[in-house]
């Protein structure tokens, strides 16, 4: 051992730190760690091709699907004649990560669209994908200026005439792009979420439109799971000798965290501007019930701050969702 009165290596070889300088440094690794892990999971890409024949509401449909409407900056453009023959990808406005596209290439799943019967086309690609052993959906658009098709009798029958033409166990889904609200339109985002591989379902839930309380609930338990990781983000940085370091990583952390709150409820307000449009709800109405978290003061609890931010968040996507149904 060495000698009371040697002084201590780190004052002597930089390749010794101190205890401080070693603690900090590992806490430092920690939070790039944790936010590594973190970015990761909010940019898991998620590629969805829409196929159809020509005039059958491809384009409409992506719009609906990504709470935009037709007309609107970055909307698949519309029209009687065929608006979408290139493959084109269209991201999601508020996440860029899930990507919705017009064509056939390498796809996490193929939604293949039809406003009347499904043509030879159509079988002919769902023969592909179902050869290349991928997911693929069909979707029966307009339904609703289609009354005789909701008869259960002809539902069967198309499923049947899918079968008889080499389709193994088609999976039909009857949808308004008009009123997601109503019809199959719920139960084709719960059939998504359930058949994509775990790692990508969050990347589906965050961008579907809130068009039910059990999206809703969906998103708020996907965020709460969150919580711990900016929980550990802001205990860690309070754990750094560094005087203002924990202030300086709460205050972005929150903000960003709420951020994305706001967006995944659509609350954001050109979220808000589309529902005031679509319910008839003056927008300055629908501000009056938001309750920004960000106009408090920060608290260095992160954790309890982000809990009461989902609540908050939740229960004004609830009336939002509330003055939809009206």
Same mark, same amino acid.
């Given at each position: +051992? &060495? ?26 690794? %920690?939070?790039?760690?944790?936010? #590594? ?26 719009? %609906? ?18 608006? =979408? ?14 990507? &919705?596209?017009?064509? $056939?290439?390498?796809?996490? $799943? ?37 009354? *005789? ?14 079968? #008889? !033409?080499?389709? !193994? ?9 008009? #009123? &997601? ?6 139960? &084709? =985002? *719960?059939?998504?979420?359930? *058949? ?24 708020? *338990? ?10 550990? @983000? ?11 370091? +924990?202030? %300086?990583?709460?205050?972005? @952390? ?22 005031? #449009?679509? =319910? ?7 501000? =009056? ?9 920060? +608290?260095?609890?992160? /954790? ?6 989902? /609540? ?7 009336? +939002? @969702?509330?003055?939809?149904? /009206?």
């Amino acid at each position: +051992s &060495l000698p009371p009165s040697f002084p201590p290596l780190s004052s002597v070889d930089p390749a010794f730190p101190s205890p401080s300088l070693s603690l900090s440094l590992s806490l430092a690794l %920690a939070i790039a760690k944790i936010q #590594e892990y973190l970015d990761r999971q909010n940019n898991i890409p998620l590629n969805i091709a829409i196929t159809g024949e020509t005039g059958s509401g491809k384009s409409t449909f992506i719009n %609906a699907f990504r709470g935009i409407k037709d007309g609107d900056a970055g909307a698949a453009p519309t029209g009687v004649r065929e608006t =979408t023959k290139k493959p084109t990808p269209y991201p999601h406005p508020n996440y860029p990560n899930v990507t &919705l596209d017009v064509g $056939f290439e390498k796809f996490d $799943f193929f939604i293949i669209l039809s406003d009347t019967r499904f043509r030879e086309n159509d079988v002919k690609l769902a023969r592909e994908v179902q050869r290349m052993k991928k997911k693929f959906y069909f979707v029966r658009s307009k339904i609703d200026n289609d009354y *005789e098709l909701r008869n259960a009798v002809r539902g069967v029958q198309l499923l049947r005439c899918l079968q #008889e !033409q080499g389709i !193994q166990s088609p999976q039909v889904f009857l949808v308004s792009s008009f #009123e &997601l609200h109503l019809h199959d339109f719920s139960l &084709l =985002t *719960e059939t998504l979420e359930r *058949e994509l591989p775990e790692h990508k379902r969050n990347a589906l839930l965050f961008a579907m439109p809130n068009i039910s309380q059990q999206i809703i609930n969906k998103k708020k *338990e996907a965020f709460q799971a969150k919580i711990k990781w900016y929980a550990s @983000l802001s205990a860690v940085g309070a754990a750094v000798p560094v005087p203002g370091l +924990s202030i %300086a990583v709460d205050a972005p @952390l929150l903000a960003g965290v709420v951020t994305q709150y706001v967006f995944g409820f659509g609350l954001d307000r050109p979220s808000l501007k589309r529902l005031a #449009e679509i =319910t008839g709800v003056p927008f300055d109405d629908l501000m =009056t019930v938001i309750i920004s978290p960000l106009a408090e003061s920060l +608290s260095v609890c992160v /954790c309890v701050c982000v809990c009461v931010c989902v /609540c908050v968040c939740v229960s004004v996507s609830q009336i +939002s @969702l509330l003055a939809c149904s /009206c």
